[in-house]
């Protein structure tokens, strides 16, 4: 079974760029999701969803992030413009199911550093 | 709101010893655990999870977790660290509703000594 798959891997730009971040989830799973970790610290779920539609983005910073999610399947994940406290990784993970029971598996993350 | 607190941002322990790593939440309610690990520059992995049938779990490469609820504890232990046990390692909770989203701790770092 192939796993969450990202890309880039790495990703540079400077300050007040735009910047787009890929996710194709497991096959057949309903929920993705979009996390930001900062160097030193937890992931921060950024949005979630259930098939196409979203569960939850509270903590997306809707003023430059913004996600959407492809017939239920791949995402994307962007920020326009970038600010340097964006410098982190993005990880993208998917489940069978919503519910914390359902374990999420994770992607490799895209490592954003912005100058 | 729920919160996780792991004691020690970094853990260091000899080849063969055992691993405690310690984890507290906050949770008006009985909540999910779980604990995921991260190797250098990949995603995370789920080690196990708590999910209110016993309370001592077991996951995979031999580590186990006990819910104590007294001590609003859920922490991570192996017998005999092995070098291949380098990594960092995330407690994380959610309330047992749901779509409801994990809420993940700061992480310690785990270094084996050989």
């Known amino acids: 079974e192939a796993g969450v798959a990202q890309s880039p891997r790495y990703k540079i730009i400077e300050k007040r760029q735009s910047v787009a971040f890929w996710c194709n989830p497991i096959?057949?799973?309903?929920?993705l999701y979009w996390y930001q970790q900062i160097l030193g610290q937890g992931p921060k779920l950024l949005i979630q969803f259930q098939n196409n539609g979203v569960v939850d983005d509270s903590q997306l910073p809707k003023d430059r992030f913004s996600a959407e999610r492809l017939k239920g399947v791949d995402s994307t994940l962007k920020i326009q413009p970038a600010k340097l406290e964006d410098s982190a990784v993005y990880l993208c993970?998917?489940?069978?199911?919503?519910?914390?029971?359902?374990?999420?598996?994770f992607g490799p993350g895209t490592r954003l550093l912005v100058l | 709101a729920q919160s996780v607190t792991q004691l020690g941002s970094h853990v260091s322990v000899s080849e063969g010893a055992l691993v405690l790593l310690r984890c507290n939440y906050s949770?008006?309610?009985?909540?999910?655990l779980f604990w995921y690990v991260q190797y250098p520059n990949q995603g995370l992995q789920l080690l196990l999870k708590?999910?209110?049938?016993?309370?001592l779990v077991k996951g995979i490469n031999g580590f186990e977790a006990e819910f104590k609820k007294s001590e609003t504890s859920f922490h991570l232990t192996k017998p005999s660290a092995h070098m291949s046990d380098a990594a960092e390692y995330f407690c994380?909770?959610?309330?047992?509703?749901?779509?409801?989203?994990?809420?993940f701790g700061p992480g310690t770092s785990l270094s084996v000594i050989p």
């Open positions: 708590y999910t209110s049938a016993a309370t």
């Open positions: 096959s057949g799973h309903a929920t």
């Open positions: 993970a998917s489940s069978t199911l919503a519910g914390a029971t359902r374990a999420q598996y």
């Open positions: 949770s008006s309610v009985p909540p999910y």
């Open positions: 994380a909770v959610s309330r047992k509703t749901s779509y409801d989203k994990v809420i």
